[in-house]
């Protein structure tokens, strides 16, 4: 059974920083292509950063230069590291999961193991 449980999503002012974790357990974690995908009210779901098994990572364009994803596959943890943070970036942020290749890693078709979400809020 995988399993994927977040943490460190909270409250923040624009400009401020926070650290999502995402631990992972139930198969072979250095197999894994990994995401953070967030969802907003009344958005559709985004792919905000991804990285595969070998390290490649790719991001949206709104998370470039501000968002760095890495895989610690030691503690099997993913993380998304986000600095100046605005109000735009507030929503629900999942992480997901899937072994092996995914054809593109900012989709969520491509990913079908999922965390249960944390909610990240940028206040003005």
């Known amino acids: 059974l995988v399993q994927l449980e977040e943490s460190g999503g909270g409250s923040v002012q624009a400009g401020g920083s926070l650290r999502l974790s995402c631990a992972a357990s139930?198969?072979?974690?250095?197999?894994?292509?990994m995401a953070w995908f967030r969802q907003a009210p009344g958005n559709e779901r985004e792919g905000v950063a991804g990285?595969?098994?070998?390290?490649?990572?790719d991001y949206a364009d709104s998370a470039k230069g501000r968002f760095t994803i890495s895989k610690d596959n030691a503690k099997n943890i993913l993380y998304l590291q986000m600095n100046s943070l605005k109000p735009e970036d507030t929503g629900m942020y999942y992480c997901a999961a899937r072994h092996g290749i995914a054809a593109d890693l900012l989709d969520g078709e491509y990913f079908n193991n999922w965390g249960q979400g944390m909610q990240v809020t940028v206040s003005p």
């Open positions: 990285i595969d098994a070998d390290g490649n990572t």
């Open positions: 139930g198969f072979i974690y250095s197999a894994l292509s």
